[in-house]
């Protein structure tokens, strides 16, 4: 063990970069966007390019004490933070796109460019990069493969995994590692092996670099939105639109409460009280979705709404999809504090789960608001809470429970995208058997053997012990 | 110790999403979470929970702050960030945390009482008067020496006999010291389009100055402002501020709203100037102020074609420029590299000349710095946009009038 003190060891691995260490330095760092949960790492490092967080990881077994990546900080599971304490390591100085091109139809970005900018990068090329989480403006795409991040748009093109062509990964062996590259992305597991990296949620490795998948930018785009007195009817418009051969790009769901936070805040977008709404999306060449766009309408209409608006008008579109996309900040006009659960069920059972939402969320005191991606059934309840206030956060923790367990019986999962984290490890029993957890345990210890990356994370009780 | 005034409870409204880590300047810079609006309210509700001690880096981060508001903009849950940003600094600078530089304490007391301090400026004027420029942030123009604004609306009135809306005007205090001719060129953009420009002589400085800073002192300003303004039989009060505007807003809210001079003029539609052949090419910044402090949605439309320009919104024209207030005095490193940023562009725009237009004469006063500095290379002309609508001392009254007053 080296015998200096934490800081000077950061200094010499970190010439360039920054070193905060001072309380008032950590306290920004103490949480994600779960902010009620508070852990005060150590330090925190702001590597100043690539090679330095290439040369701070090379070095890192020797400080003794857990190494935590951060992107934006935007999990809401718990990802980026000091469980067992240690230093944070915070990527915002990695931001360069390296390479589109356009005629490969892929690009080259480093960890820490924010998604959104990297969609105004691509966009003047006529190419676009499918996965859209709603916290896009911030979001980093090292956040994004380390918990494999979806997004409205994944019902049709598919989450972050099915764009990653290939990760650069620092080990804390030293090794800088490539699974794949610009003409990755097939074949058997030895030349697949990126695909342990998505999702591993920062305790495998540090990225530094990916090769990401683009598309043409769709030609067209038809917006719709539907609303539905309840939650049967919304339901069978869901399993129509599933089944239509126009195939949704995106079918997203709010329910009455969602709606009614809309439409109280600055995002409003002239959504009938009390009702359910439906948005989707139908694009591709405009002959195709023009002639598409009617009968979907009716589909709609047929589920049994009687307020279907439909445009292919950009300005229409931004803002629908704002007001859909800030509902998880919108929340924090309704309550300081909430906690988002992110499980996928048969979407056959989704009318039977969130009634067990409310009735659950209604016995106990507590609002739940749900804004979730209805196609894929990746429930979004956000249950409301003070965390100022005793017994609170408990009693939505057992509500929380009590829907998990629910999920398992319908044969659902627990995390659609938002990862495990230190928020939902504890459900990882419920849902695998200790057989699975013992397979599932071998991929850390290879890469990350004394689980020195973020320790306490995905399992319980997986610590790093000095 | 200094007694803190508690902090509002809203405080609690953020859910730390982060949607507005992507707009904040000091974060962009540097990276640091702290520096970053989601982190500075967590310092801040940390210190006042009693988790976190005072700690001279809550008091740096504080202080790094621009106050562009863009996280006001950006922020879902409504948080009112720079309502809880004005407070902590004037309770840092209350208590001795932090200290504003001289230069800023001295202007702060001087602005208090307008007629020293058109005194005190009176050499800036005479300087710049003789088209000099002997300051980076002192872009040119021919202020009036002696004649105020009031006197000149007057003269004015007197001369054209305007029969529309009635409007009081905000005639500031930099602005009046030392860029005069801007307020006389708003007094004749407004006279020319049947305005009716009312000067009330006891108004005095906003307050922005002591708010930006953190001084005491705004509190007196804005009672004699309300006296000032708020038994005026007018149909709107307007600035030629976005900075001051927003200000004297908060001072005169909830009775009566102030108007941005050119959002006004732009539900008047207002006399096109003509410039047939023009190779000039104007590009328009969008003050802070007035997108993320009034939230307005920009400069009218009609108002930039009225200037007769081709015109486009300069790059991140809704970004701050990094003059804040009086940011670039507190921290220039910071500013210029914020500005470093947001001007490269002129380096290669066209044009002949090329115009950077906005609406707020301290951001006028930071980009023109951009050249006096080297971080522009080429020529370029900085000016208020009200300035390109001006007609000029020999004018008419335009002969139809409005159909109704707006306010
Ligand atoms: C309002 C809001 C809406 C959201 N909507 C969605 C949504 O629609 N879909 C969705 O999937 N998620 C959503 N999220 C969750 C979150 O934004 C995503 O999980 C996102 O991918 C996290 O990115 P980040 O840069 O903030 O990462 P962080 O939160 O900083 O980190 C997330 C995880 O990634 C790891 N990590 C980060 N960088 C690296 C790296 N370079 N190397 C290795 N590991 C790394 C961290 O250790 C951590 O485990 C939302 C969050 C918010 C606040
Ligand atoms: S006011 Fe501007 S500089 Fe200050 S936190 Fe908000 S965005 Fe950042
Ligand atoms: S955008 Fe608003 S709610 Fe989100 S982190 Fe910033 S201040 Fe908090």
Avoid at chain 1, 255 to 270: F, H, L, Y
Avoid at chain 2, 11 to 39: I, Q
């Amino acid at each position: 063990m080296n015998p200096l003190p934490l800081s000077s060891q950061l200094k010499q691995l970190l010439p360039r970069g920054r070193i905060l260490d001072s309380p008032a330095q950590l306290a920004g760092y103490a949480a994600d966007a779960l902010g009620y949960k508070s852990y005060l790492p150590d330090a925190v490092v702001i590597p100043a390019d690539a090679d330095e967080l290439v040369g701070f990881m090379k070095g890192a077994r020797q400080l003794g004490v857990p190494v935590i990546l951060r992107g934006a900080g935007t999990s809401l599971s718990g990802g980026p933070v000091a469980a067992q304490g240690g230093v944070v390591v915070h990527t915002s100085g990695l931001k360069r796109i390296r390479e589109i091109n356009v005629e490969g139809f892929w690009c080259e970005v480093e960890c820490g460019v924010a998604l959104n900018d990297l969609d105004a990068a691509l966009k003047p090329h006529g190419v676009f990069y499918p996965p859209d989480p709603s916290s896009g403006p911030v979001c980093t795409l090292g956040g994004n493969v380390a918990s494999n991040a979806g997004g409205a748009h994944c019902f049709r093109y598919g989450v972050t995994s099915n764009y990653v062509l290939g990760v650069e990964v620092v080990l804390l062996d030293g090794s800088v590692q490539r699974f794949g590259g610009p003409a990755g992305g097939r074949g058997p597991w030895r030349e697949d092996w990126k695909r342990f990296m998505i999702g591993s949620e920062g305790t495998l490795g540090a990225f530094t670099r990916f090769w990401l998948r683009l598309l043409p930018l769709p030609e067209k785009v038809w917006t719709l939105r539907a609303t539905y007195p309840d939650l049967r009817s919304i339901e069978a418009a869901i399993h129509a639109l599933v089944a239509h051969s126009s195939y949704p790009a995106a079918i997203e769901m709010l329910d009455p409460r969602g709606v009614a936070m809309v439409e109280t805040s600055q995002m409003a977008v002239g959504l009938p009280k009390g009702s359910f709404m439906l948005l989707l999306e139908i694009d591709g060449p405009p002959a195709l979705v023009d002639a598409r766009v009617g009968p979907v309408a009716d589909l709609l209409r047929h589920a049994g709404s009687n307020d279907v608006v439909l445009s292919d008008q950009d300005a229409m579109r931004q803002k629908l999809w704002k007001a859909r996309k800030a509902a998880g900040g919108l929340l924090g006009q309704l309550s300081p504090d909430y906690v988002v659960q992110d499980a996928v069920i048969p979407k056959s059972a989704l009318a039977d789960v969130l009634q067990l939402v409310y009735d659950e969320a209604d016995a106990a005191g507590i609002r739940a608001v749900n804004v979730f991606h209805a196609g894929d059934g990746n429930l979004h309840p956000n249950f409301l809470f003070d965390s100022r206030v005793p017994g609170e956060l408990e009693k939505v923790e057992l509500i929380s429970e009590r829907l998990m367990r629910r999920v398992i019986e319908v044969g659902g999962t627990l995390s659609g995208e938002h990862g495990i984290g230190n928020d939902k490890s504890a459900y990882m029993p419920l849902v695998f058997g200790p057989d699975s957890m013992r397979l599932q345990w071998a991929v850390p210890a290879a890469f990350n053997p004394t689980h020195q990356l973020n320790p306490l994370k995905v399992f319980q009780n997986r610590r790093f012990a000095t | 110790m200094h007694p803190k005034t508690p902090l509002p409870d809203y405080f609690s409204n953020c859910t730390h999403c982060g949607f507005c880590l992507a707009v904040c300047p000091t974060y962009k810079l540097t990276g640091d979470e702290n520096n970053s609006p989601r982190g500075r309210l967590r310092l801040w509700s940390e210190e006042a929970a009693g988790r976190l001690p005072q700690d001279k880096w809550t008091d740096f981060y504080t202080d790094e702050c621009v106050g562009c508001l863009a996280c006001e903009t950006a922020c879902p849950a409504q948080v009112p960030y720079g309502e809880l940003f004005e407070h902590t600094r004037h309770d840092h600078v209350s208590a001795g945390r932090s200290k504003p530089p001289l230069a800023l304490r001295l202007a702060a007391a001087a602005v208090a009482r307008p007629a020293w301090f058109n005194l005190a400026l009176l050499p800036a004027r005479f300087i710049r008067s003789l088209g000099l420029s002997i300051h980076r942030f002192l872009f040119k123009g021919r202020p009036a020496l002696l004649q105020s604004t009031a006197a000149y609306a007057r003269e004015l009135m007197q001369q054209h006999r305007p029969t529309g809306p009635r409007v009081a005007f905000l005639t500031g205090c930099l602005m009046e010291a030392a860029f005069r001719e801007i307020n006389f060129a708003t007094v004749r953009v407004l006279i020319e389009n049947n305005v009716q420009v009312v000067i009330p002589e006891d108004q005095t400085c906003c307050g922005a100055f002591q708010e930006h800073s953190g001084l005491a002192g705004a509190e007196p300003l804005r009672a004699q402002n309300r006296r000032a303004f708020l038994p005026l039989d007018v149909d709107a009060v307007v600035s030629n501020s976005s900075g001051c505007g927003y200000s004297l807003g908060k001072s005169l809210a909830p009775e009566r709203p102030v108007r941005d001079v050119l959002a006004f003029l732009g539900e008047l539609g207002p006399v096109r100037r003509e410039r047939a052949g023009s190779r000039a090419r104007l590009y328009v910044d969008l003050p802070c102020h007035l997108v993320h402090g009034q939230k307005a949605a920009g400069i009218p439309q009609n108002v930039l074609d009225a200037t007769g320009y081709s015109w486009e919104l300069a790059p991140n024209a809704r970004d701050c420029c990094g003059s804040g207030g009086v940011y670039n005095i507190q921290k220039p490193e910071n500013a210029r590299a914020i500005l470093a940023g947001k001007s490269a562009f002129l380096n290669e725009a066209e044009g002949a000349p090329v115009i950077l237009g906005t609406s707020n004469h301290v951001c006028m006063m930071q980009w023109h710095s951009a050249g006096a500095t080297g971080l522009v290379t080429r020529p370029y002309e900085v000016s208020h946009i009200i300035q390109l609508l001006d007609p000029g001392a020999g004018f008419a009254v335009r002969a139809t009038a409005p159909a109704s007053a707006p306010c």
